[in-house]
């Protein structure tokens, strides 16, 4: 299972203040859009390079920049939304997709209610929802990406359970996952413990 975790003592220390329940919807926007920048600069450290001349003041020497490849950026809303930004920050030519899925509160099976994506086939996709708790939601986010013909999508989340680990590896096998912790479980109501509490409307103070 390909799962990368954050290592970073500045993303312990924004993901501390995010899980913190005295934490309010401004602050915790912005340390969603810190811990995503830092994401999304690792999820991305194996994009191809191309060399490149350049003349500094000084001299000619040879660097190198980003080989052209499409990268389309998937929030699923509506807690992906707040993940979006630093990829547009970092990225200026991404292509942005959106897919609405939620949850219901009782059962936790998440339905699909919106979608519209750009053109994924050939593309890097990279699906973004903070949390990844029984997995329902990512792995129908997957498939619809895999309709879409997207190859290899992968999901960039923010607080991963192990549950939801095992079942994006059971539906989608090899799936890359980069998430900013891994936590211990999942409670009766399918939150993620010690989690952050429903992402959503902490970012929208709802
Ligand atoms: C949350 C979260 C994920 C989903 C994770 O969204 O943003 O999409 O739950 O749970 P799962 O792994 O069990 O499917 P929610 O359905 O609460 O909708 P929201 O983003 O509109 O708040
Ligand atoms: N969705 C959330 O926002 N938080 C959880 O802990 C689980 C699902």
Redesign the pocket.
């Known amino acids: 299972m390909p799962l990368h975790i954050l290592n970073h003592p500045l993303a312990e220390h924004i993901m501390t203040h995010l899980r913190d329940v005295t934490t309010k919807p401004a602050t915790f926007r912005t340390l969603a859009y810190q811990l995503s920048l830092l994401l999304a600069i690792d999820a991305t450290r194996d994009l191809p390079t191309e060399e490149k001349v350049i003349q500094t003041p000084l001299e000619e020497m040879t660097g190198h920049v980003l080989t052209h490849q499409p990268l389309v950026v998937v929030p699923i809303l509506r ?1 992906g939304l707040g993940m979006v930004q630093p990829f547009l920050d970092t990225f200026p030519d991404v292509s942005v997709g959106y897919l609405g899925l939620e ?1 219901d509160h009782t059962t936790a099976v998440a339905r699909n209610y919106y979608c519209k994506l750009p053109p994924l086939v050939g593309r890097r996709v990279f699906l973004v929802d ?2 990844l ?1 029984t997995g329902g939601s990512a792995a129908q986010a997957i498939t619809v990406a895999k309709e879409h013909g997207a190859f290899g999508a992968q999901l960039v989340c923010i ?1 991963a359970s192990p549950e939801g680990v095992a079942e994006v590896e059971r539906l989608h096998p090899g799936t890359v996952i980069h998430t900013a912790a891994l936590d211990r479980a999942l409670n009766a109501k ?3 413990l010690p ?7 902490r970012l929208y103070g709802t």
């Open positions: 807690a949850r903070p949390m708790a607080v399918k939150y993620i989690g952050l509490g429903d992402f959503g409307d």
